[in-house]
């Protein structure tokens, strides 16, 4: 029971770190009630009609979105596509080859070379896994 | 451990895979489903105890895999609050910082599921074992045997 709480405190405390860390790396980012004139978080437009990524209304001339890369705010914005489709996903070809493939890759090396060596030999136990 | 863990756990695995893809499920579906799941997998890791005190054991490499999963699940959950476009709304709520927010929630998933798949093969020989025995155990009974088990492998944490 002990070693259970411990666990908890452990966890809670690593959740508020990642908290205060975000919080200190980017001051401008909280909580704030939604209002009328609230900005979208993602492009900053305050138009009423929009009520999520998927209901990106149509510039009308008074609230516009601004692109996050380069503070423009123009209609004949040439990302409009990426503005509207793009924006609220990172990228995830580069998280894969950069993250996944190569977990992938050592842990396949690994299970082969664990199965080639064992041959007859059991592994020995309190190893590198 | 026993066969009702390691259906629980096989559970938690499968809350974490209907949460870990919004492409299937949807936006809102993944962000309340994502709670969901946070929740259950915290439960995991609290009864799992013993996997983050594997230093203890010499298991240095076991707990930094179990450090790795702890840190990713943190950070992918504080920042997929901040930035819920269904479940803060519900609430009355919207966050600022986005565009600091969203990358990091992706980075985060994507480590998590690296590490995760690690955890999972690295632990699926035990979970194998502990339900071959649990077959073993109900046919030896059916049979009125006594059960006499070779396999070693039932280490705990």
Redesign the interface.
């Known amino acids: 029971m002990k070693?259970?709480l411990?666990?908890?405190a452990?966890?809670l405390a690593?959740?508020a770190?990642?908290?205060v860390a975000?919080f200190a790396?980017?001051p401008?980012?909280?909580?704030?009630?939604?209002a009328a004139d609230?900005p979208c978080?993602?492009v900053g437009c305050a138009s009423g009609a929009c009520h999520?990524?998927?209901a990106v209304p149509e510039p009308d001339g008074v609230h516009e979105m601004v692109c996050?890369e380069a503070g423009c705010a123009s209609v004949e914005c040439h990302a409009w596509e990426s503005l509207t489709g793009r924006y609220?996903?990172?990228?995830?070809a580069s998280?894969?080859m950069w993250?996944?493939m190569p977990?992938?890759l050592v842990?396949g090396l690994w299970?082969l070379v664990r199965r080639s060596a064992r041959g007859g030999a059991r592994p020995v136990r309190?190893g590198?896994? | 451990m026993n066969r009702g863990r390691v259906a629980f756990d096989l559970a938690v695995l499968a809350g974490y895979l209907v949460a870990a893809n919004p492409a299937l499920t949807g936006?809102p579906a993944h962000e309340y489903v994502g709670l969901v799941a946070v929740v259950v997998m915290?439960a995991h890791?609290?009864?799992?105890?013993?996997g983050?005190?594997a230093f203890r054991?010499?298991?240095w490499?076991?707990a930094a895999l179990n450090g790795i999963l702890?840190?990713a699940l943190?950070?992918c959950?504080?920042?997929g609050v901040?930035?819920s476009?269904?479940v803060?709304?519900a609430l009355?709520?919207?966050?600022?910082?986005?565009?600091?927010?969203?990358?990091?929630?992706?980075?985060s998933a994507?480590?998590l599921?690296?590490?995760l798949?690690?955890h999972v093969?690295?632990r699926a020989p035990m979970a194998w074992a502990w339900m071959r025995r649990g077959a073993l155990e109900a046919r030896s009974s059916q049979k009125g045997e006594g059960t006499v088990l070779e396999d070693d492998r039932f280490e705990v944490g």
């Open positions: 070693k259970r411990l666990a908890l452990v966890l690593v959740v770190v990642v908290a975000g790396a980017a401008e980012s909280g909580l704030r009630p939604i609230s978080p993602a999520g990524f998927g996050p609220h996903q990172a990228s995830d998280l894969n993250i996944l977990t992938v842990l299970l309190g590198a896994s | 936006i915290a890791m609290v009864a799992s105890a013993d983050l005190l054991r010499g298991r490499g076991r702890l840190a943190a950070t959950a504080v920042s901040m930035v476009g269904d803060l709304p009355g709520l919207y966050a600022a910082g986005y565009h600091f927010w969203d990358p990091l929630h992706a980075l994507k480590v599921l690296a590490a798949l690690v093969v690295l």
